[in-house]
């Protein structure tokens, strides 16, 4: 657990410089996260961001990694749900489309 907090401190103390090494401005960082820009640069001076902040600025930093997370996850639901029997065959998901007058 402390390894988990030091590296997440660590990401905390350089969240500027990995803006600064990204591809994407700041204004965009900021557009995507959702944070005023006066209290975002405010939290980036005191590097105050929380936890959900942090998580959301890397999500933009890194969408691919963040979008190999979120399939992951999909996928791992996926699974519990075919596990539960949660799901619809075949013929049935093309009935309710006839029903429906999709196809």
Same mark, same amino acid.
């Given at each position: 657990?402390?390894?988990?907090?030091?590296?997440?401190?660590?990401?905390?103390?350089?969240?500027?410089?990995?803006?600064?090494?990204?591809?994407?401005?700041?204004?965009?960082? @900021?557009? +995507? /996260?959702?944070? !005023?820009?006066?209290? #975002?640069?405010?939290? %980036? =001076? &005191?590097?105050?961001?929380?936890?959900?902040?942090?998580?959301? @600025?890397? +999500? /933009?930093?890194? !969408?691919?990694?963040? #979008?190999?997370?979120? %399939? =992951? &996850?999909?996928?791992?639901?996926?699974?519990?749900?075919?596990?539960?029997?949660?799901?619809?065959?075949?013929?049935?998901?093309?009935?309710?489309?006839?029903?429906?007058?999709?196809?």
């Amino acid at each position: 657990m402390i390894q988990e907090i030091i590296a997440y401190k660590n990401i905390v103390d350089n969240i500027e410089v990995l803006m600064e090494k990204s591809p994407y401005k700041k204004k965009y960082i @900021i557009e +995507k /996260v959702g944070i !005023p820009s006066p209290t #975002f640069y405010r939290k %980036l =001076k &005191a590097q105050s961001f929380t936890p959900d902040e942090v998580l959301s @600025i890397a +999500k /933009v930093l890194s !969408p691919e990694e963040n #979008f190999r997370l979120e %399939l =992951k &996850a999909e996928i791992e639901q996926a699974k519990r749900e075919f596990e539960e029997g949660n799901f619809t065959t075949h013929e049935d998901m093309l009935i309710e489309l006839k029903r429906k007058g999709i196809i």
